[in-house]
């Protein structure tokens, strides 16, 4: 089953076997993983999903909507070239493993 | 003084003792037995209904001390009280669902709109409108129309003076009216119709006792609604902006989806950016030394306004149902129960922000709340109430009267639960 790695700002990971079609913000809410909000629900209105991806898996990635990129703009924390709303990036065949690191805040 | 009596439109339950208890012998949901070993779900049967709708943070506290997932034979529901609670509800659409039983929304306002829609029915017809309620388009288009209405009605409190205005009656009301009016892109409307509408429409979807009187005015206005819309959806095909009516006119959606969704917009989203207004002058003027540093550091407006959602959220309770059986926090729940998701209650939680819950503190460490919903159905208009309310009504009234704070010599007033704020906050500036 595909892997998603979360680590958190204090360096701590957790890693979630995630089923395919199932959103990096979805997989963290509903397992509790401390520091993504996705208070939206995944439609990109809220910028609470907030994470940095690992360069290594940057190719891997879904392109970026205009309302992902204008969410991104609110997001608390610093943007980064590798900021994404967890919400829009989904696991799938492409992407079988990812490492994303946490923003120290969403809100 | 509570001259408005709206009901609650988002599950046309009335919020009043007695129409809440008729509206019991005409729900279709028929609650189980309860358990006589004691092992089926917590009773809440000392819920009052009256003492709710004057304070329930008293009553919220209880429930969350005894029974944060608790049957409420009165209001013929499950209360959830606590954080986690409403929380894991709204994760969850495919348990607990937003097409709740029960028709009066869908008399009040012609069809089912998105509220009491679960995805991927919802999406449908949120999606178009989430583009114009993003920050860009709330900051850059609508931003300068929200400060120009401010602008108008803080000329109509000058006029009305200090010690004579009602932030409610003469600034709260009016301006949430326009805000929405220009927001949506109506047309040809007044201030005062469309404030009419959206009670009419408060009223027709709590209208449980089948009252005809309130059909008529609901029908009225409805007829108004819908003439007018009429018009516009083609005229808005014609000449697209970037108001929420030609978002939606634009979409490829049926025009009756099109007209319920701005008349749930209308019923719902004049109430709320009004009693925020209140709310906050309201809370400034219980702390002082938080006004102080505000007014010293604008910067703190948004954790001014993000706490006073938190601390009286207008949006006290509103309802889900079980699809299929379920537990939640420990509790069986039966297939098919009305749940009442209490926010209000969820942003006192102790468990969650700590003792200090029940206190205003704009410094608090910043943890999520649930005053704007959470999940598919987060308000549509979240960002558009941090702007048009948090950075520029309230803002803007400190601005053109520094000493804006409650006139003590006349009394305020608060009502309701479901829907909770000031009815009416007399104010001073001298």
């Known amino acids: 089953m595909p892997s998603v790695t979360y680590t958190q700002p204090d360096g701590s990971q957790q890693t979630l076997e995630v089923k395919e079609g199932t959103t990096l913000m979805r997989a963290a809410v509903s397992n509790g993983i401390d520091g993504i909000i996705g208070e939206c629900g995944g439609q990109a209105m809220c910028a609470t999903c907030h994470v940095y991806v690992r360069p290594e898996y940057a190719d891997a990635l879904p392109g970026m909507s205009d309302d992902e990129d204008e969410m991104l703009d609110c997001a608390t924390a610093e943007r980064l070239d590798r900021s994404r709303l967890a919400c829009q990036i989904r696991i799938d065949a492409e992407l079988a493993e990812i490492v994303v690191d946490i923003p120290p805040a969403q809100l | 003084m509570t001259t408005q009596a709206p009901q609650c439109p988002f599950h046309g339950k009335s919020r009043t003792g007695i129409d809440a208890r008729l509206e019991d012998n005409l729900s279709p949901y028929q609650p189980p037995p309860a358990s ?56 969850d659409q495919e348990i607990f669902s937003a097409n709740v039983s029960g028709a009066t929304m869908t008399r009040a306002i012609g069809s089912r709109p998105m509220l009491r829609k679960d995805d991927p029915e919802h999406s449908v017809d949120r999606a178009p409108v989430n583009p114009v309620l993003r920050p860009k388009s709330i900051n850059e288009v609508w931003g300068p129309v929200f400060e120009r209405n401010a602008e108008t009605y803080l000329d109509r ?55 005809q009187s309130i059909w008529d005015r609901c029908d009225t206005s409805t007829k108004e609604a819908d003439r007018l819309l009429k018009e516009l959806i083609p005229y808005y095909r014609q000449n697209p902006d970037a108001s929420m009516v030609s978002a939606w006119a634009n979409s490829g959606l049926p025009a009756s ?25 309201w809370a400034l003027s219980q702390n002082p030394e938080q006004r102080a540093q505000v007014l010293a550091d604008p910067s703190l407006w948004a954790a001014v306004f993000d706490e006073a959602v938190r601390w009286q959220s207008p949006i006290g309770m509103y309802p889900r149902q079980t699809t299929r059986e379920t537990v939640l926090e420990g509790v069986r729940i039966p297939a098919g129960a009305g749940i009442g998701v209490v926010v209000a209650a969820a942003n006192r939680d102790a468990a969650h922000f700590g003792r200090s819950a029940p206190a205003f503190d704009i410094h608090r460490p910043k943890r999520p709340h649930l005053a704007f919903g959470s999940g598919v159905h987060l308000c549509a208009g979240h960002w558009t109430a941090k702007t048009s309310i948090g950075q520029i009504a309230v803002p803007k009234a400190y601005q053109r009267f520094p000493g804006l704070r409650l006139d003590e010599t006349r009394s305020e007033s608060w009502d309701g639960w479901v829907f909770r704020g000031l009815t009416s906050l007399p104010v001073t500036w001298n």
């Open chain 2, 257 to 281: 989806n099109v007209a319920a969704n701005v008349k749930l917009t209308i019923s719902g989203g004049m109430n709320e950016p009004q009693h925020m207004v209140t709310n906050m002058v």
């Open chain 2, 157 to 211: 409190m000058a006029e009305v003076g200090s010690g004579e205005t009602d932030l409610n009656r003469d600034y709260a009301a009016p301006l949430a009216s326009r805000n929405l009016i220009d927001l949506l892109g109506l047309k040809d409307v007044s201030v005062e119709q469309v404030r009419r509408w959206s009670h009419d429409f408060i009223a027709g979807m709590g209208n449980v006792l089948d009252d």
């Open chain 2, 36 to 91: 006589p070993d004691g092992a089926g779900y917590p009773t809440a049967d000392w819920v009052d209904v009256a003492a709710l709708t004057a304070d329930p943070y008293p009553t919220y506290a209880r429930l969350q001390a005894e029974s944060p997932v608790a049957w409420v034979p009165q209001l013929n529901r499950f209360l959830v009280t606590s954080y986690d609670g409403c929380h894991a509800i709204e994760q």
